[in-house]
């Protein structure tokens, strides 16, 4: 058990680049979670997948962002045309019953 | 108003002190409760998990959920420094649905 592990641990664009972040869950869970923190908040849900499913989606989660899962096991979460809006930690959680193991994160700054 | 509400804090306790964190919200689905704790710059650690009403203990800490109060709490006895970080309590419905809704975390310090 490694752990949840997500790449990069920082990242800073441009406002109108894309972006993409990877999260790799712990081997053997089939969940796995996308949450969104800003600072001084909770991290807010964005999306659930179970296995390669996608089966809850915030209305956090604009047309900007898409969230994949292709073969049930890493994640890509990527934002297209960044905004300053969108500079947070995103977070990367995955389970196999109810304790979610959370990642370190993925600290975005638009500039 | 947000479903879950937190006191931000911070809160200042010496060591050796009980800690009382709490919470409330407003959605009576919610019948799963859960507190994390988060260092800086780090994610979530989840450390109590509990379902519909009751206590619950491990260790120096201790979950208790009043659901007919909407009020949940998470007790810390012999606070110690290394339990400075921010508690967050989190919540979610039941019926399958995946979605965990976070209370805005209470950051706490321990003083040696």
């Known amino acids: 058990d490694t752990g949840v592990s997500q790449d990069p641990r920082h990242k800073i664009t441009k406002r109108g680049q894309n972006v993409t972040f990877r999260c790799d869950p712990i081997s053997e869970h089939n969940r796995l979670y996308w949450y969104r923190q800003t600072l001084g908040q909770g991290p807010e849900f964005l999306t659930y997948?179970?296995?390669?499913?996608?089966?809850?989606k915030s209305r956090l989660l604009s047309d900007r962002f898409s969230a994949e899962r292709p073969k049930g096991s890493f994640s890509t979460l990527e934002i297209q045309r960044t905004e300053q809006g969108d500079s947070a930690m995103y977070l990367c959680?995955?389970?196999?019953?109810?304790?979610?193991?959370f990642g370190p994160g993925t600290r975005l700054t638009v500039t | 108003q947000k479903e879950v509400e937190q006191d931000p804090g911070p809160l200042s306790v010496p060591e050796g002190a009980i800690v009382s964190l709490n919470c409330t919200y407003s959605?009576?689905?919610?019948?799963?409760f859960m507190w994390y704790r988060q260092y800086s710059r780090k994610g979530p650690e989840l450390l109590m998990y509990?379902?519909?009403?009751g206590n619950k203990e491990d260790g120096r800490f201790t979950a208790q959920v009043d659901k007919s109060s909407k009020y949940i709490s998470l007790f810390i006895r012999d606070s110690q420094p290394s339990d400075s970080a921010t508690y967050l309590c989190?919540?979610?419905?039941?019926?399958?649905?995946?979605?965990?809704?976070f209370g805005i975390g209470t950051k706490l310090q321990v003083i040696p």
């Open positions: 997948f179970q296995n390669e499913a996608q089966l809850e």
């Open positions: 989190a919540m979610r419905r039941s019926g399958g649905y995946q979605k965990v809704t």
């Open positions: 509990t379902y519909s009403s």
């Open positions: 959605n009576s689905a919610f019948q799963y």
């Open positions: 959680a995955s389970s196999r019953g109810y304790e979610q193991y």
